[in-house]
């Protein structure tokens, strides 16, 4: 009786952390590349205002190649 309480207890908190971890997964994996870069950027930590200059960077270049992409 009591081997079959604990297989009890622990599945239960198998799958109720199971689910909650499904719950996180989710919320996480909504956000893009550039969107969780864009957060950091505004974040009070060491780095955090390079990732900015970089995603102007990134957004300038890929500017120019649209330019060129149309002069021809």
Avoid at 3 to 25: D, H, I, K, N
Avoid at 34 to 48: E, F, H, N, W, Y
Wanted: charged share 20%; proline share 3%.
């Amino acid at each position: 009786m009591k081997r079959l309480l604990v297989t009890a207890v622990a599945l239960l908190s198998v799958f109720g952390c199971s689910e909650r971890e499904a719950e996180y997964q989710t919320a996480v994996d909504t956000l893009t590349r550039r969107q969780k870069d864009s957060l950091i950027s505004t974040m009070p930590v060491p780095g955090a205002g390079a990732v900015g200059r970089a995603m102007d960077a990134v957004g300038r270049a890929n500017a120019r190649t649209l330019t060129h992409d149309t002069i021809g």
